[in-house]
């Protein structure tokens, strides 16, 4: 027996390229829409049906998508967040990593590059395009040139912790991080909850290069 499909929210105010991300989601059998929003006002609502995955404009009506993303994060920890929008400079790409974005296309992405990017953002990748991944590369080099900076024994991350996050940095979920270590769910969520509270971020993308920067991480 198959197993369910996952769910999918989406907030678009362009009726066209929602009308477009809704056929990509419902055109296949393993992803399912939960629902719709066109404004920031209407998207927590969206929220209640707990999708595993929200697909999110930035530029809408009533502000920026970006602004959404933290309170995602913060009511489903587990729910990953692909961002789709026509904006490819730099201020916006680093911005949606700083908010907790969990994966970063471009509206002129073809269907099949937007499917594999909604796939493989639910399997704990990261899927940047191409003209946003050179503003990702520099995040990442930048702290080649900073010193290592002082931490507080609160601060320092366990190193179980830090095997949980190499295997967040290999692409892997949840589930089976939790496998490869050995360790239930909850106990993998407990962890998460401990390193988002020590690096003070709200995403496995931006854990990551943040126990990076602060050297506690090596890729």
């Known amino acids: ?12 105010d362009d009726p066209n390229v929602a009308r477009h991300f809704r056929e990509i989601v419902e055109g296949v059998p393993d992803l399912g829409l939960v629902g719709m929003a066109d404004c920031l006002a209407d998207a927590p609502a969206l929220l ?17 998508g970006l602004t959404f993303i933290p309170g995602i994060k913060a009511r489903l920890p587990e729910c990953r967040v692909l961002v789709i929008t026509a904006f490819g400079d730099r201020d916006t790409v680093v911005s949606a990593l ?3 974005a969990d994966g970063y296309l471009l ?13 493989a953002t639910l399997d704990g990748g990261a899927p940047i395009s ?3 991944a050179v503003y990702l590369l520099e995040r990442l080099r930048a702290p080649e040139a900073e010193a290592a900076p002082d931490l507080s024994t609160d601060e320092r991350l366990t190193p179980r912790e830090v095997e949980l ?15 490869a270590l050995g360790i239930s ?3 993998v969520g407990n962890h998460v909850k401990s390193i988002y509270r020590k ?10 290069y943040e126990a990076v920067r602060r050297r506690q991480l090596s890729l």
């Open 1 to 12: 027996m198959s197993d369910a499909p996952r769910s999918i929210a989406i907030l678009e």
């Open 48 to 64: 209640d049906f707990g999708p595993d995955l929200f697909l999110t404009d930035i530029g809408l009506p009533d502000g920026s």
């Open 98 to 100: 700083n908010a907790g």
């Open 107 to 119: 509206k002129d992405s073809s269907t099949a590059v937007i499917l594999d990017g909604i796939r």
């Open 130 to 132: 191409p003209s946003a």
């Open 165 to 179: 996050l190499e295997l967040f940095a290999r692409g892997q979920s949840y589930k089976a991080a939790g496998r």
């Open 185 to 187: 769910p909850l106990t």
């Open 199 to 208: 690096l003070q971020v709200h995403s496995r993308g931006e854990a990551v």
